[in-house]
């Protein structure tokens, strides 16, 4: 994956937090950001970052069957974020629809950035 990719997405993902912290703090925005978006962000990241490493474990361990496992991980990053979200709304915090806001935003930010790293893993598999 480029280098260059990996700088600009991760820049984004820094940005958002920040601004969400900015905007929680002054009390601006609040139809759009949430106190829990920030937490939010830390579990996509880890959630992503133990991905990308069974994803490294499973290209070097498993060539043959690397697309069934994926849709495997792909699948338990569903259910572990449908998972997470559940668990937060059963808490009612105030603002639940800037939470899900949040949650949706970065969820699609998040699959966005595992699909590209997918294709720029699954290219040079493509040419040989």
């Known amino acids: 994956m480029p280098k260059k990719f990996l700088l600009v997405t991760t820049l984004f993902f820094i940005s958002f ?3 969400n912290a900015f905007c929680v703090d002054k009390n601006v925005l609040q139809q759009f950001f949430h106190e829990k978006a920030m937490i939010t962000n830390l579990f ?9 490493f069974v994803g490294i474990y499973t ?3 498993y060539k043959q069957s690397f697309a069934q496992v994926y849709l495997l991980i ?3 990053r569903l ?3 449908l998972s997470y979200f559940l668990v937060m709304w059963s808490y009612k915090y105030d603002g639940m629809m800037a939470f899900t806001l949040n949650f949706l935003f970065l969820y699609f930010c ?3 950035f595992e699909i590209s790293s997918l294709i720029a893993n699954l ?6």
């Not at 996509?44 to 990308?52: P, S, V």
């Not at 290219?123 to 040989?128: C, D, V, Y």
């Open 17 to 19: 937090s920040l601004l």
């Open 44 to 52: 996509f990241f880890f959630l992503t970052i133990i991905i990308h």
């Open 59 to 61: 290209e070097k361990k």
């Open 74 to 76: 792909i699948s338990t």
């Open 79 to 81: 259910f572990g974020s």
């Open 110 to 112: 998040y699959t966005v």
């Open 123 to 128: 290219r040079p598999h493509l040419k040989s």
